[in-house]
Nanobody, 125 residues
Framework: QVQLVESGGGLVQAGGSLRLSCAAA????????MGWFRQAPGKEREFVAA????????YYADSVKGRFTISRDNAKNTVYLQVNSLKPVDTAVYYC??????????????????WGQGTQVTVSS
């Protein structure tokens, strides 16, 4: 049974930083692309970032490029999202997810099979 547990969210002032973590269990972690998505109140869930199994390739939404960094530690079965220069518009529940092996698109929600429960990030102005 695959389990994903996010942590690291919280309340932070604009301009601040957080480090989100997602611990995975029940899968051959290094084989899978891992992604981060977020959902703001009243909005659809959107892609934030993704990283290849080896960590050698990363992709970001335009809205977070230069501010967010995705990384992974395969020895710890954990993926991270370092979020810097936070803005109020970054307020959302952040989810990590496991991409289906057969899916070629890294940006679509439907490409991801397993999801964590989410961690809340709130940015005050």
């Amino acid at each position: 049974q695959v389990q994903l547990v996010e942590s690291g969210g919280g309340l932070v002032q604009a301009g601040g930083s957080l480090r989100l973590s997602c611990a995975a269990a029940g899968l051959a972690f290094s084989r899978y692309v891992m992604g981060w998505f977020r959902q703001a109140p009243g909005k659809e869930r959107e892609f934030v970032a993704a990283i290849s199994g080896s960590g050698g390739s990363t992709y970001y939404a335009d809205s977070v490029k230069g501010r967010f960094t995705i990384s992974r530690d395969n020895a710890k079965n954990t993926v991270y999202l370092q979020v810097n220069s936070l803005k109020p518009v970054d307020t959302a529940v952040y989810y990590c997810a496991v991409k289906r092996l057969e899916s070629t698109n890294w940006y679509y929600e439907v490409s991801y099979l397993y999801w964590g429960q989410g961690t809340q990030v709130t940015v005050s102005s």
